[in-house]
């Protein structure tokens, strides 16, 4: 496995309910990253922490609040979801973030779907 | 800003082929091309990458290609095997962003 683990794997959710994804990574890396997988779609990248501070906010809507407590630990909590937002969740690690850091390394996502 | 186009979106290969994959990409400060396979189930997991100050990198069955002048890199995959089915993306980085494809689907046929 990648080093980068994500809980729960599958999640369903009604459009009211407040829910939470939670990332860990053992790689001793720095960056973490939210990106959200739909189907027939680029990677789309949502949220950047460095140093456990927010570095990239790609105009992500505010149902969608990341929580970055240590380098280790990434969440992103829900609520008020819309259907459109079903997707695969993907959390990613590298040692930094910035032009000289290159590799990513995925966890193996959550399925989220949004009744 | 940066844009990476991959094709094809579906390839389907015999066993044993070759599989070839083929990103462009727009901005060319882009430095650094990243390919990751996704298997079902499963995240992306970096496969091959080249920088661009080389033109191709080989890893057993993996080669990956590189133009900068045309602006484009390719994924060569030989003596393809069942366990090459997957989905493939290329992605191009710039500055601080990466880029993705949308993503190639691979079939291995008995």
């Known amino acids: 496995e990648t080093g980068v683990t994500q809980t729960p794997r599958h999640l369903v959710m009604g459009m009211t309910n407040k829910k939470s994804l939670k990332c860990e990574q053992h790689?001793?890396?720095?960056?973490m990253y939210w990106y959200k997988q739909s189907a027939k779609k680029p990677l789309e990248l949502m949220f950047v922490?460095?140093?456990?501070?927010?570095?990239e906010n790609n105009s992500v809507p505010s149902r969608f609040s990341p929580e970055c407590p240590n380098s280790s630990h990434l969440f992103l909590h829900l609520h008020t979801l819309q259907p459109e937002d079903s997707a695969l969740y993907l959390c990613?690690?590298?040692?930094?973030?910035?032009?000289?850091?290159?590799?990513?390394?995925f966890g193996p996502g959550t399925r989220l779907t949004v009744l | 800003g940066e844009n990476v186009e991959q094709h094809p979106s579906t390839l389907s290969v015999q066993e044993g082929d070759s599989a070839v994959i083929k990103c462009t990409y727009s901005?060319?400060?882009?430095?650094?091309f990243p390919w990751y396979k996704q298997e079902l189930g499963k995240g992306p997991q970096l496969i091959i990458d080249i920088r661009s100050n080389v033109g191709e990198k080989k890893d057993q069955r993996i080669a990956v290609t590189l133009n900068k002048t045309a602006k484009h890199f390719s994924l060569h995959i030989t003596e393809t095997q069942p366990e090459d089915s997957a989905v493939y993306f290329c992605a191009a980085k710039v500055y601080d962003k990466i880029i993705f494809g949308k993503g190639t689907r691979l079939h291995i046929l008995p």
């Open positions: 901005d060319s400060a882009s430095n650094y």
């Open positions: 922490y460095n140093f456990k501070e927010q570095t």
């Open positions: 790689l001793g890396h720095n960056a």
């Open positions: 990613a690690s590298s040692q930094e973030w910035g032009p000289s850091t290159d590799t990513q390394y």
